[in-house]
């Protein structure tokens, strides 16, 4: 058995296979966790460095459950278990408080164990359930600033921890086959409908307020906790879909992140807040292997329509407008009247933009007026106006996660990049015969300049 720290009366380590009652779902789904974080490091990895804490060759992570304080006061709080983090400079504790299911951590919960954490030196606690926060340091409920003096806290939704071992498996993190396999397990129990484990399936509880308020033309503020709560949703959404639209296409996905924000998610919610207040849109980019451009989608709160597209450069070679748009459309299969072909234009000249069908007629119907001009660049895009739907928050996520597979089975899949053809061999004259010089006469102009 480990070492418990000084200030456990009592604990066991953490259970990969907890024998426990059937009642006892935290628990369970509790002690299955920390027992695989130092068996994956990867994962632990992942997790722990949402509380600042680096997982190197020579960090130790311990994890308990069942355990009793040493100061327990109130004493009927008693959590799930404990996350003991040691390096050679230190060592990191924290409490871990777990919900299944439809239970939510609440206000008063939450403030108990911060002063039991508190009592004891401990470091931190986490709590663990379905409820989902923009960022690990945001609580799942409001807490007193005071009691956050010292003793950190975070949050990890179920959602995200699933999503974190799901992305490490798509991108093949793991390479040791022992620690795969209890990841690849750990990943589909957390799937199981069984478990209690909930995907994010809806916007936050002020969503349909804050559209609402965009139909009304209100201001938003960058400092509103609806627009935060918004942005963040989207950013959780967009993990889902990127695993969606991994699954569907069977090769990983990633949600295209600039690369200054990649480790500073933070400012990257401070940029989504500014978008979102000056456009009142919600933006992602995705990635897709090998596919001919990036796969964006916009939800713009204004016009209450979700838009999945794709743009791709013009095939040079082709000399004019008519030329192509046939290249284009070549390359789309069916005429869905949601989907529309924009082209862009050299200097400041406006886009022009027309359904297929209409393009499919008239191919030059997208020609501007400078007939001598030709696009430089096109854009696919599949619009649905949701109307009372985009309101709700859990049919706007349904429609978005139902529109983004469906246009690239339409577009995504079909689209092909424009690559320039390898030139040809250049044409050259024969050359004219070079007259060969006699030996003789080669003797006699060494014999001239001699002078013999």
């Excluded at 311990?62 to 304080?69: A, C, G, Q, S, Y």
């Excluded at 400079?89 to 939510?104: N, P």
């Excluded at 010292?150 to 699933?162: C, G």
Aim: net charge neutral; charged share 30%.
């Amino acid at each position: 058995m480990k070492p418990l720290p000084d200030f456990i009366k009592q604990g066991e380590p953490a259970r990969l296979f907890p024998v426990l009652a059937d009642t006892n779902r935290e628990q369970r789904i509790a002690s299955i966790l920390l027992a695989a974080l130092p068996q994956i490091p990867a994962l632990a990895q992942e997790l722990l460095r949402t509380t600042g804490n680096r997982v190197g060759k020579r960090t130790q992570i311990d994890t308990f459950t069942e355990i009793v304080l040493k100061e327990t006061k109130p004493s009927s709080c008693r959590p799930d278990g404990l996350i003991v983090v040691t390096t050679p400079r230190s060592t990191w504790t924290a409490l871990v408080e777990a919900k299944i299911g439809k239970a939510e951590i609440c206000s008063e919960q939450i403030e108990r164990y911060l002063n039991l954490a508190k009592a004891n030196g401990i470091d931190a606690v986490i709590t663990l359930s379905n409820q989902f926060v923009a960022r690990a340091d945001h609580p799942p409920a409001p807490v007193s600033k005071t009691l956050l003096r010292k003793t950190e806290l975070f949050h990890w939704s179920w959602t995200w921890i699933a999503t974190q071992c799901e992305i490490l498996d798509y991108q093949q993190a793991v390479d040791d086959e022992e620690q795969l396999f209890l990841l690849e397990e750990l990943t589909r129990f957390l799937n199981h409908p069984g478990t209690g484990v909930e995907r994010f399936t809806q916007m936050g509880k002020d969503w349909k307020d804050l559209v609402m308020a965009v139909a009304n033309q209100e201001k938003l503020k960058k400092t509103g906790e609806d627009v935060e709560n918004a942005v963040g949703c989207w950013y959780a959404e967009e993990r889902d879909l990127s695993l969606q639209l991994s699954r569907h296409v069977g090769h990983p996905v990633k949600a295209k992140i600039e690369r200054k924000l990649v480790d500073d998610p933070n400012q990257r919610l401070k940029q989504g807040i500014s978008e979102l207040v000056d456009t009142h849109r919600l933006q992602s980019t995705f990635l897709v292997p090998d596919s001919a451009a990036d796969l964006d989608v916009c939800a713009d709160l204004a016009r209450k329509t979700i838009t999945v597209s794709m743009k791709l450069k013009a095939p040079q070679d082709r000399k004019s407008t008519k030329a192509r748009v046939n290249w284009l459309l070549r390359m789309l299969k069916k005429d869905d009247p949601r989907i529309l072909i924009r082209a862009y234009w050299p200097g400041r000249a406006p886009f022009t933009q027309k359904d297929i069908a209409a393009v499919r007629e008239d191919p030059t119907a997208l020609q501007t007026d400078n007939e001598k001009s030709t696009p430089h660049s096109f854009e696919v895009l599949l619009v649905e106006g949701l109307g009372k739907r985009f309101n709700g928050r859990r049919t706007f996520i349904e429609d978005l996660e139902r529109l983004v597979p469906e246009f690239y089975d339409l577009v995504g899949q079909h689209l092909h990049a424009w690559q320039p053809k390898p030139p040809k061999p250049v044409a050259r004259k024969p050359k004219e015969p070079v007259e060969a010089i006699s030996d003789d006469s080669s003797d006699e102009q060494d014999v001239q300049d001699t002078g013999t």
